[in-house]
């Protein structure tokens, strides 16, 4: 056994072979600092076995032969030389490298880097540089151990992580199902180049009554027409910009119509790239939509109409305002026709008492003056009593109490009537009245008792008026087929020109001092053109100074002819004696343009 | 005894019934029948007592009673308005004008007579004509 392990351990061959082996393991070593791969381990791993095997062989052929001590001693004589210093010198230090490079040779390397920059750039020969690279070799290999450790640390932190990792994938994964599973909304993955639906969500199939199963066989278009379905992908990605599309209206699958906003948006899932199409039932929306925009259309109306009742209101209220003031303007001309019309009522009243009352007692007057105001008495009881007729006759009118008996007025009978009223007066006055009437076309419509009332009144009037020795003229005249006017002229001083306007007011007093006092009650115009205007007639006067006065009065004809045309003769007789000629001055009618009056009639 | 007085209305009957009563007590009555008139009538009779109606032409009664108080000559007057127009307003008025008393027609001739004695025996003014 002894010698068999000393034929091994001295073959030199072996050792040889274990140097060539050590020498080419330390140049690959060197050689990993710059390459990857593993050939170079197995081999520095095979090379360092066969130096182990040469080197403890050749150590277990000497530790038979001498003493330990001995042949650790360097210096021990009996060494072969040229073996021990190969063990030593060369053999162990390179199977040191080779073992700590086994130990630590990793693919990147670097601890061998690491190591090849730690070591000495020369290395002393001797036994100070062996001990330096011993303590240098053990520092590499305790940092080697930290730097294991900490990877080992590393290593299972990176797996805790990833598994924690794993663990909030699975989570996250389940959430985003969850929602997509029980959104209301439908939600579809669309394939931009077929068009057809590649994954719906139950939303979506409740939308549009159509399984999941039946959605994924269905086009873009087949859901949602041709507008967005049938687009290309330029027409998607256009789609995508406008975000959420306005509202549209898809078609369940029984045929019923769903009102649904649709978004687009292309995606990539799993490396492929898809249209995630989001629709929204949004017919509940639009339902309210619709019934707030009927509500702001009926606010609309409605705001329009109280604008409309706003604006009534205030015209209402501007009419108010206007009829306020005529109320108030009424209200004042009532309490001057109450004042006037009391005082007219205590004028005669005066006089009554008065006179009364002086012939209680003064008995002893003479006889004449008794019945002067006796007389007077009875004249101005006439006085009251024609006031309290007129200003009767005028409130029934003005109250809208007095009814027309129209009928087929023949206006000659009315001017003979007339005529014969006014002949005391005028005899009192000496004036003629004269009578200028067609007697074939003066038939006119009206109430004969009121015309002849107006006519009256106007006649008498002119007769006070009137200069004594003069005319009054009532004539009749066609103004058209369907108008007669009536005129009374006289041949007083005339109206001034101020108090025109007002002659036909109530109580209205000229002041013509020359006019019989006290037969007018002041009311006279105002009745007159009362009753013309329920004639539906026009009154008005015409006056110059110091010719006369001519008041006119239009009434409807009846199947009048033209008028004739006759001349105003110059000298005129007295009504009922014709035989009595008298000189009046010529007839000069005042009225405008040429007023053409047929002749008299008697 | 008696007096000048100026009686002024347009009313030809109730002049002839006051120049009437007042000349029957043997005043001197003066007689208008305008306000412009009764104004001259006054400035040459120098009437004592003045009975002048409120609505008469030319010159309303007020008119010409403002006039009268703005004449030295004139002063001391009576002034006696006679109105046809009894409202409280017109009686305001014509106090405010200066009258001396104010008469609402109708009246009695007789009151008249007794009031000319009144004023001119020099007795304070009626307090309730």
Known sequence: ????????????????????????????????????????????????????????????????????????????????????????????????????????????????????????????????????????????????????????????????????????????????????????????????????????NPGLANLTGRSEAELRKQTLAELFGTEIGGRDEAGFRELAKQGRLPAMTILRKGGEPLRVELTVSPIDVSGGRSLLCVVRDVSEWQRLKDALEAKNRALEVHESDLKEANRQLSERAETMRGMNEKLRELQRVKDDFLSSVSHELRTPLTSIRSFSEILLEHGDAEEDVKREFLGIIKKESERLTRLINDVLDL???????????????????????????LAPLARERNLIVERRIDPALARVEGDRDKLQQVLTNLGSNAIRHGRPGTRVVLAAEAVSEEEIRVSVHDQGPGIPAEELDGIFSKFHQTGDAGAERGGGTGLGLAICREIVALHGGRIWVESRAGIGSSFFFTVKGLGVAAPREETVPTDLRFPGRPEAKRELPPLNVVGAGPVRLPPPAW | MGATILVADDEPFILRSLSFVLRKEGHEVLEARDGAEALSVARTGRPRIVFLDVMMPMLNGYEVLERIRKEPDLAGVHVILLTAKGQEADRQRGLDSGADEYLTKPFSPSRITERVREILSGESACQAC
């Open chain 1, 395 to 421: 409130a029934k009118i003005e109250a809208g109490a007095v009814k027309l008996h129209l009928g087929r007025v023949d206006l000659n009978a009315v001017f003979a009537d007339v005529v014969r009223l």
């Open chain 1, 1 to 200: 056994m002894s010698s068999l392990l000393s034929i091994l351990g001295s073959s030199f061959y072996l050792e040889a072979f274990g140097l060539g082996v050590s020498v080419f393991a330390l140049v690959m070593l060197l050689a990993r600092g710059r390459r990857r791969g593993s050939g170079p381990m197995v081999i520095t791993t095979v090379g360092l076995l066969a130096l182990a095997g040469s080197f403890g062989m050749g150590l277990a052929a000497d530790l038979l032969d001498q003493p330990p001590a001995a042949i650790l001693d360097p210096l021990n004589p009996d060494h072969s030389t040229l073996k021990t210093a190969l063990r030593f010198y060369l053999g162990l230090p390179l199977f040191l490298s080779g073992a700590v490079a086994a130990m630590i040779g990793r693919p990147g390397g670097y601890p061998v880097a690491r190591l090849q920059a730690r070591r000495p750039k020369s290395t002393d020969a001797g036994e100070d540089g062996l001990a330096g690279h011993l303590a240098e070799a053990n520092r590499d290999l305790e940092v080697a151990r930290t730097e294991l450790r900490r990877i080992a640390g590393e290593n299972t932190r990176v797996s805790q992580k990833l598994r924690e990792t794993m663990d909030l994938l699975l989570g996250s994964e389940e959430r985003f199902r969850t929602v997509f599973e029980r959104t209301n909304d439908g939600i579809a993955l669309v394939d931009p180049a077929t068009r057809r639906v590649t994954l719906a």
